[in-house]
């Protein structure tokens, strides 16, 4: 597709369940982001991979959170066993290559309500 | 460690009055500087960036944004503002060195008010 497409789009969890967070990045692109947007705030680093390596999972908040880019295109955020405290924006973003400077380009975000 | 920090979360102008947006950063190496804007419910989208070329950046839509090492900023402005500026703005910092490199972190945002 044309940008980065995550889904779903919204997603109300009950607290303890499962959830499965999609990307599709743009075709070709080497760099993969995850972030954590909470309400009124900006968003926070997650996890970044370079094709199917995870090179950054600093920004993961718990051994909950998983993810995974096994063939280097698209990736999934798993949060296991959620919290109410999980609820928030999930953004990804990707990029052309490493540099620094590349820009990186938004997904639309998939809004997690934790009930 | 690097930083952002975005003066004021709330901006009110009017339509057709200049738009200063403040950032300042932290960063101990030399920084990539990004201001992003997201319009409601939906994700971010670059207006501009530096990246150590020119100091004076100029995005889409009418901004600019000028980088002042002395002075650790990177403020947006746009001289005439429009209804259609109304939005949350974002800036965000990047290093660039070893794995770290694809690592933004992002300011609060500030949200843009365009009164009639």
């Known amino acids: 597709g044309a940008g980065v497409s995550q889904s779903p789009r919204y997603k109300v969890a009950k607290r303890g369940q499962d959830v499965a967070l999609r990307c599709d990045p743009i075709?070709?692109?080497?760099?993969l982001f995850w972030y954590q947007q909470a309400l009124g705030q900006g968003p926070e680093f997650l996890t970044y991979?370079?094709?199917?390596?995870?090179?950054?999972k600093s920004g993961l908040p718990s051994d909950r959170f998983f993810a995974e880019r096994p063939e280097g295109s698209v990736s999934t955020l798993k949060i296991q066993r959620t919290q109410q405290e999980d609820s928030a924006v999930y953004l990804c973003?990707?990029?052309?290559?490493?540099?620094?400077?590349?820009?990186?380009?938004f997904g639309e975000g998939s809004w997690l309500t934790v009930v | 460690a690097q930083s952002v920090t975005q003066l004021g979360s709330h901006v009110s102008v009017s339509e057709g009055a200049l738009v200063l947006l403040r950032c300042n950063y932290s960063?101990?190496?030399?920084?990539?500087l990004f201001w992003y804007v997201q319009y409601p419910n939906q994700g971010l989208q670059l207006l501009l960036k530096?990246?150590?070329?020119?100091?004076l950046v100029k995005g889409i839509n009418g901004f600019e944004a000028e980088f002042k090492k002395s002075e650790t900023s990177f403020h947006l402005t746009k001289p005439s503002a429009h209804m259609s500026d109304a939005a949350e703005y974002f800036c965000?910092?990047?290093?660039?060195?070893?794995?770290?490199?694809?690592?933004?972190?992002f300011g609060d945002g500030t949200t843009l008010t365009v009164k009639p």
């Open positions: 973003a990707s990029s052309p290559y490493k540099g620094e400077g590349n820009t990186i380009y």
């Open positions: 075709s070709g692109h080497v760099s």
């Open positions: 991979f370079q094709n199917e390596a995870q090179l950054d």
């Open positions: 960063s101990s190496v030399p920084p990539y």
């Open positions: 530096y990246t150590s070329a020119a100091t």
């Open positions: 965000a910092v990047r290093n660039g060195e070893g794995t770290n490199a694809g690592k933004s972190t």
